[in-house]
């Protein structure tokens, strides 16, 4: 019945229910899955709108899907139901580079709109290290940010409009530049939970005159992040400051030869933008700061290929970590930068606890750690203890005043862990919010509120 009527609504084409299809749409970037019962490819905004209807008259759940990069098992299927995939919906539908926005389908991926924006001289800045591949869809629902995010801000700050497809199939447009409730802000980051986005107007940026990017050597983890937290207590933002330690380090290395020195204990790739007479007096504040705090080393790129290279480098580093293990599950923590020390130490302290190989590559200047605990799927042990060393990095961030995640989001992940950040008070209102939007819990269940008795309150009557 289901398939019968997606296929009338949208083609056989478009529509998936052959078990070795569904198998694909199980999984995010997360460790577990779960199997779809059908999946839809989509080609416009009426075909979506058409799907929500047909999954609603069947009492089937809908769940938007991008690439599937999430780390937090957002876009899986908890408990069956329709994944619509945006992958046939990715084109840029108009630029007005005047006026410096752009109009686009979500399934666009990130990195293709700053390559075709360049021409005019523009740049979309969110950048998520998988930027290469994941979608602008995506990146709004979870308000992805990236290494740039520093001094640009996350996703929420680039978003203009969006078009939405509703829980009952209708659209409605929302916008920032107009008066009234800003459900632009409320539908980014809503993981899915809110309304399908099927269009976005995005704000896009000057290229700027002057780019710069230095890597600081140190020899012990403490000294590096005491100059992060020394460089921005300084007043000095720099566009993008992102610390690797040794494990990261060698597995970069030994994938890219990106130029990042391996017998250091951690390394800082710092960067600033902006207008070429800046540039001199940036680089002496920020060179005078790390040698203070004790770097081995410190170095400029000199060419633009240089800085591409170290770039990819730091963006392709989860990837080269295959050469540790067969698999690594990234943890997404967040503490305030002068914890940065404590808040390693204590992720070393579970990894070992539970014998797990952990590499850090993150966003230093946010604060914003991101663990990769390396482990082989196939074992269910290591699976067990990459969960539970995650659980254990978690409840160290918030004792140290921090939070369980920076920018990928809450999903089917850490859905029980918002009661250590939230009261029952706090949740029960998001929980409200959602009623309001999608009374039936029909987009994307079982993702970001708690199952449980202790949240009752936020549970659907
Ligand atoms: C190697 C690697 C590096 C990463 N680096 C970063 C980083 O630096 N910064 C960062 O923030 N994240 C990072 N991530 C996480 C991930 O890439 C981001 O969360 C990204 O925004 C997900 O985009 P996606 O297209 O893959 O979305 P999916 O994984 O497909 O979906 C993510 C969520 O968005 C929802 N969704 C997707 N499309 C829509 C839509 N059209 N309407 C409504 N909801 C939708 C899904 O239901 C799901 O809840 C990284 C992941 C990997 C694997």
């Keep these: 019945m289901l398939k019968e009527r997606l296929i009338d609504a949208l083609g056989s084409d478009a529509v998936k229910t052959a078990p070795e299809d569904l198998a694909v749409y199980a999984f995010d970037a997360y460790t577990d899955g779960r199997l779809p019962t059908a999946v839809v490819l989509p080609a416009s905004t009426r075909d979506v709108s058409a799907v929500v209807k047909v999954a609603r008259a069947c009492g089937e759940p809908i769940i938007a899907r991008g690439a599937g990069t999430g780390l937090c098992g957002g876009a899986v299927p908890i408990i069956g139901g329709v994944v619509i995939s945006f992958a046939r919906m990715n084109r840029i539908l108009s630029l007005d580079a005047h006026n410096y926005r752009a109009h686009v389908q979500p399934g666009l991926i990130n990195l293709d709109l700053s390559n075709h924006v360049a021409s005019d001289g523009l740049f979309y800045a969110p950048d998520p290290a998988s930027q290469k591949i994941s979608t602008i869809g995506g990146n709004i629902a979870t308000n992805a940010g990236g290494p740039h995010c520093l001094s640009y801000g996350t996703t929420v700050n680039h978003v203009l409009a969006l078009e939405v497809v509703d829980d009952r199939g209708e659209v409605f447009t929302t916008s920032c530049d107009d008066p009234g409730y800003d459900l632009t802000a409320a539908l980014v980051g809503s993981e899915g939970t809110l309304g399908i986005v099927t269009s976005a107007w995005v704000r896009l940026m000057r290229l700027p005159e002057a780019v710069r990017v230095w890597v600081a050597a140190f020899g012990d983890i403490d000294a590096a992040s005491a100059a992060v937290s020394a460089i921005i207590a300084g007043g000095i933002v720099p566009t993008a400051l992102e610390m690797m330690d040794a494990v990261i380090t060698q597995a970069v290395e030994a994938a890219f030869h990106a130029g990042y020195p391996t017998d250091a204990a951690a390394v800082l790739l710092i960067e600033n933008a902006g207008f070429e007479d ?24 000199h060419t633009a290929e240089e800085r591409a290279a170290l770039w990819a480098g730091r963006k392709g580093a989860a990837g080269a970590t295959g050469r540790i293990a067969p698999n690594y599950y990234t943890q997404d923590l967040c503490v305030p930068r002068s914890k940065l020390p404590q808040a390693l130490r204590a992720v070393e302290e579970a990894a070992s606890a539970h014998r797990i190989t952990v590499g850090n590559v993150f966003h230093a200047g946010d604060g914003n750690l991101h663990p990769l605990l390396m482990y082989d799927k196939r074992r269910r042990d290591q699976v ?15 004792d140290l005043g921090g939070t369980i995640s920076g920018e990928h989001g ?52």
Aim: aromatic share 6%; net charge neutral.
């Design 278 to 301: 800046d540039m001199a007096t940036c680089e002496s504040a920020i060179a005078a700061i790390v040698k203070e705090h004790g770097a081995l080393s410190w170095r400029a790129a």
């Design 384 to 398: 067990g203890a990459v969960v539970e060393t995650g659980n254990a990095i978690l409840r160290s961030a918030i």
């Design 410 to 461: 809450v999903g089917w992940e850490k859905r029980e862990a918002m009661t250590r950040v939230y009261s029952t008070a706090d949740l029960a209102t998001m929980a409200r919010v959602r009623d309001v939007f999608d009374p039936q819990r029909a987009l994307n269940p079982e993702k970001i509120f708690p199952s449980g008795a202790r949240c009752a309150e936020v549970t659907p009557p």
